[in-house]
């Protein structure tokens, strides 16, 4: 998603802009552009595609200045070209922007209606030309801003200069996140923390409605009705060092190994080992009464939701709701008195996911929301905030927030059963040991990276994968194919292993490579006979089970890979290694751009 840096300072920004820039890659992006002021004019230099583009440019031609704002875009209205690319300037005033505004088309007639020329099919630049004519009519920078804003309908965070001010930045926000960075002498301007890692740690977070004038001197917020607020400065735990990627090769396979440590972090905050207990943070109701769960997310964070309906309903009994946020938010859902309504986000910015949580607090519904970044939109509206100690995800498909996710799922649908009275305590200390046995496990599964890498090649040639799993595994098969598809570009679909006869089994020939992810126990059997319905028709399968899994199943098999022998509850966070693994090293194997896949943004902020 668009990243946003700004910069008052008294030293020259340009090459501190791009520095910011580099550290927001991983949101995902496809032009960039820098705008500083300097000698009374605004100074602007963009470039489509990756960011050495735009550092060639401002090679080419400098932008000096000691005051600047930048941008790296993922296109939504407008191919991503140069001059659809922010910063969107009139002579008087520059502006970058994350979100949609959704009423441009009439504010963009009115605009043309006055003769004004616009370059670019953005939805942004008519926030340019909107502030450029307050200020042309004789408006300060903060007076021309308060004018606009409420004319803007949508999502935005905001960042603007202005040619006659040279020493101020107006930032603003309403749907898409914004930060103040303090520093001695200068201040700065952010989409996140981390885009100011390097730059600040003291940071202060807008909240909804507010906007801001920052200069050297500090920052003077106002909220939506104009009046002066003040918002606290904490110290961000962002550090340039979290976003860098030590010795691996990507962050996303930094991120794949960093998972035993993340999800014993996570789980040492929501497990009592010495009492065999499940705890979870403070909150203000009662957890016995709610007699129904909503769970919605997108993407990855759905699959896990997938996975905690599983537990929920075999742990607490408790029926469970499921959805796609973006779905959700359309279809009227009934949601009954007494309802726990719970959100799964790695960023807690997703548009569809955030809009669906407001929807439900409207409704009366309690908000639990899973969140790995503490300081997002949705983390600040839970009525239970639980958060996953992942640290920042900086490659663009989600991996360790997965499993850390469902670490915390498995933690509350345990916490929901006993309060429900449908776990004795006994019950409650097993599932503690075995959620304890999964940092190991991990560690067990990355143990095999060497031969998953070994087979990739075999998978990496094909143009269609299909991927099976049975229960809490079926998830699994999802996530798996959602990953092939996301970094390497192959046609990938994830089944229930039983629905693989009612269709798709029409597909199988020598050339769809088959995933079965099977570990040995309940299911193991059926699993297998569908294998078997594969196998008989031609198709090559590749098995993911454990040692006995694959003692009964594996000879045939075009590839095995093996697991460690793990209890039921923790298979789906294991079984999440090797395929990401396995996606990992067949992108590799096709040289595809694994931490910025084409197309694809890290938190997606608009509908
Ligand atoms: C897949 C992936 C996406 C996200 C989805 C939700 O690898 O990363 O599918 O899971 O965009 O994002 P969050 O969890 O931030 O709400």
């Known amino acids: ?50 960011l050495a583009n735009l550092a060639a440019e401002l090679a080419r031609n400098p932008a000096p200045g000691t005051v600047g704002i930048a941008h790296t875009r993922w296109a939504t209205h407008g191919a991503p070209t140069t001059s659809n690319a922010h910063p969107h300037a009139t002579g008087e005033v520059a502006l970058v922007h994350n979100g949609i505004i959704e009423n441009y088309k009439p504010l963009r007639e009115e605009l043309l209606a006055e003769g004004r020329t616009l370059e670019s099919e953005t939805d942004s630049e008519v926030v340019a030309h909107l502030v450029s004519r307050e ?176 537990w929920f309903e075999q742990f607490a009994r408790v029926p ?29 910015e997703t548009a569809d996911t955030l809009a669906a ?52 799922l498995a933690a509350l649908a345990a916490h929901l059963a006993v309060a429900k009275g449908r776990l004795s305590r006994e019950e409650e200390a097993e599932i503690v040991r075995h959620l304890l046995e999964a940092p190991a496990a991990l560690n067990a599964a990355l143990d095999h990276d060497e031969d998953i890498e070994a087979m990739a090649p075999l998978v990496a040639g094909a143009r269609d994968v299909l991927y099976l799993g049975r229960g809490a595994d079926y998830p699994l098969a999802l996530e798996g194919a959602l990953k092939l598809k996301e970094i390497s570009y192959i046609h990938a679909e994830g089944y229930a292993s039983g629905e693989m006869k009612h269709g798709p089994i029409a597909l199988i020939d020598e050339h769809v490579p088959v995933i079965v992810l099977a570990p040995s126990g309940p299911l193991f059997e059926k699993t297998v006979s569908n294998m ?20 009964e199943a594996g000879a045939g098999c075009l590839a095995t890979i093996a697991m460690p022998r793990v209890h039921p509850l923790i298979a789906p966070l294991v079984y999440a290694v090797p395929v990401q693994l396995l996606a990992y090293h067949v992108a590799c194997v096709k040289g595809t751009d694994v931490d910025q896949p084409r197309n694809l943004a890290k938190s997606v902020t608009v509908e």
């Not at 791009?18 to 000698?39: F, I, N, Q």
């Not at 202005?162 to 520093?183: D, E, K, N, W």
């Not at 403070?282 to 964070?301: E, K, M, Y």
């Not at 469970?320 to 719970?342: N, T």
Request: charged share 20%.
């Open 1 to 50: 998603m668009c990243g946003i840096i700004g910069i008052v300072s008294t030293a020259p920004v340009a090459d501190r802009l791009l520095e910011g820039l580099r550290r927001m890659e991983y949101r995902g992006y496809d032009s960039a552009g820098v705008c500083t002021l300097h000698d009374g004019a605004l100074v602007r230099r963009r470039a489509e595609g990756k």
């Open 320 to 348: 469970v709701d499921l959805d796609v946020a973006s779905e959700f938010r359309y279809r009227e859902p009934v949601l009954e008195e007494g309802g726990l309504a719970l959100f799964i986000s790695q960023s807690g």
């Open 532 to 551: 078997e319905e594969v196998r008989a028709r031609g198709g090559r399968v590749v098995l993911i089970s454990d040692e006995d899994g694959l003692a």
């Open 135 to 310: 200020v042309e009519d004789g408006a300060s920078p903060e007076a021309a801003v308060a004018a606009v804003l409420p004319r803007l309908r949508g999502a935005f965070a905001l960042a603007i200069a202005f040619r006659a001010h040279p020493g101020l930045l107006i930032g603003a926000r309403l749907g898409s996140p914004l930060v103040v960075g303090y520093a001695d002498g200068e201040m700065f301007l952010g989409s996140d923390a981390l885009a100011l890692a390097g730059l600040t740690q003291r940071i202060a977070y807008l909240e909804e409605g507010d906007w801001v004038v920052v200069t050297r001197e500090g920052a003077e917020i106002r909220d939506a009705e104009g009046a002066a607020v003040e918002r606290p400065v904490t110290t961000s735990g962002a550090s340039a060092a979290a976003v860098e990627k030590g010795n691996y090769r990507h962050y996303m396979q930094k991120e794949i190994f960093e998972q035993p440590t993340v999800v014993a972090q996570t789980l040492s905050s929501y497990l009592r080992p010495a009492e065999g207990r499940v705890a979870l943070p403070q909150f203000d109701f009662d957890l016995s009464a709610i007699r129904r769960v909503t769970i919605v997310a997108c993407g990855t964070s759905f699959y896990a939701g997938m996975v905690a309906k599983y």
């Open 357 to 408: 949580l407001r929807h439900c607090k409207a409704a009366g519904q309690t908000i639990a929301v899973v969140v790995n970044v503490p300081t997002s939109s949705m983390a600040r509206e839970a009525d239970l905030l639980l958060p996953t100690h992942a640290g920042p995800e900086i490659g663009v498909a989600s991996t360790k927030a997965f499993t850390c996710q469902l670490a915390v």
